[in-house]
């Protein structure tokens, strides 16, 4: 007999960059099926205002719930920071996001002291990361900067580009002047530029983000709360989007590295 | 008594580049009253679909007429591509869009022969531009191309930037070397580049937008239907946007060159 074991974890993005999110469960938990949504039609949330993003998150929930799914990973950082501690109060199922596993990885290097974080206006004026980070260790020097372009430029397709590299170095100098040692991208996007960052920013800046220690920790929520499918590999994926277009579909294999599967539309209502 | 022709006129836009015709209107017509609306929770539009764009457009004309409009303006490129035939079927109001009175504008010059148009990748991918230039006149020779950085950078408020420069020449140096003689700027946030665009261009390539000659035909469609507002200046402006934050009022600010007045959040519905 089918259980709630055996039901679907929900992923939500306000476009397709939580793909990342998923390919890192998939990898851990191969046996688990998922059901991805990307708020395309309305994307980016990143430079929208916290009551907006809080209102496009629940609906992003409701869709999930309405799937049956029965987990919530909230695979975007600006929903993240806005709209996740109200989901805590009223979520009927287990939800989380991304942002307690990006400090957990931020600090699994003892020596992180000088943490520079980049990510959209939204996360950064939420100062969820500043605060995570903050009240886990003492005498850390943190410094956010909102990075707004580098999405567009993703998306764009101009990542080899050398004006990529521009407006990189513009963002980062600030960062690199004040001697950070660990760089975090806080935006589920920014993992497909780690190449260019490998090249630009000193040896010494150890590059972070979330996807993995993402993976286990949701692991070990599904433990602690007895929702593990124990089934073996082979988990179906299916990718919801708000707006279907061939930009997203083509963006979406480059999250995932792998075939996405039919995209489906998704219809969002207000609740 | 007041009439029909003392109803205000209604503008929307994904953002808040459509003020930049409201602009030209209230020096043209400044004793007609606006109500302006700024889709920002759900901006762009530029990078969705044709189906996705046609549903958010219905909800703004619905949204001005629920506040008793006389005439509608679609001030934006992107939804005058893809939606304005549809309106035009079943409008209850006058409605014009920005793209005839663009192409006017292009051909008033009438040694223009090599068109470059840029615009975001819906509007181009729509070919209204290409296929209005084409079908005005025999002979033109027309590129169209995407710039989708544009907006962004812009909203950045990276304007004088040289990596703001880079990325148009690298959007511009195909059409320049086509020897084009006129750059139709195809997205009402672009007249804010126009002095960078005018120190990289050639001298002899001639910059065009649309908001004057719109303000122009927008006069005519009035006339023609007897709604012209007769009485003098200090018309109203009410400009609502549905997301509010700082950062869209400033930009309000920038592109309609005068104080915006208080901006009101407006809450759509789908129809």
């Not at 590295?257 to 969002?268: M, N, Y």
Request: hydrophobic fraction near 45%.
């Amino acid at each position: 007999m089918a259980g709630v074991k055996d039901a679907a974890l929900g992923f939500f993005d306000s476009g397709v960059g939580g793909l990342t999110v998923v390919r890192a469960v998939q990898d851990l938990l191969p046996g688990e099926d998922v059901i991805y949504l990307g708020d395309t039609a309305r994307l980016p949330y990143g430079s929208k205002s916290p009551e907006t993003i809080r209102q496009f998150a629940e609906e992003d929930v409701n869709f999930l719930l309405s799937k049956g799914v029965k987990a919530i990973v909230v695979a975007c950082n600006t929903a993240t920071a806005h709209a996740l501690p109200k989901f805590w109060e009223n979520c009927p199922v287990p939800i989380m996001g991304v942002i307690e596993p990006g400090v957990e990885a931020v600090l699994a290097d003892e020596s992180a002291e000088r943490i520079g974080i980049i990510a959209t206006r939204g996360t950064i004026q939420s100062h969820a990361y500043q605060h995570a980070l903050a009240t886990r260790k003492r005498g850390l020097m943190i410094h956010g900067i909102a990075t707004p372009l580098l999405v567009p430029l993703i998306e764009e397709d101009w990542i080899s580009e050398e004006v990529t590299k521009e407006v990189i170095n513009k963002y980062l100098d600030p960062l690199v002047a004040k001697g950070i040692d660990t760089l975090m991208l806080a935006c589920t996007h920014y993992p497909l530029l780690m190449p260019v960052l490998d090249e630009i920013l000193p040896g010494d800046v150890r590059l972070v983000d979330s996807a993995t220690t993402c993976a286990e920790r949701l692991k070990e929520m599904l433990e602690g709360t007895d929702l593990l499918n124990a089934k073996g590999g082979n988990g179906k994926l299916e990718i919801y989007l708000t707006d279907l277009s061939e930009q997203f579909e083509e963006l979406a294999k480059r999250f995932l590295r792998r075939p996405t599967g039919k995209v489906r539309r998704a219809v969002l209502s207000a609740s």
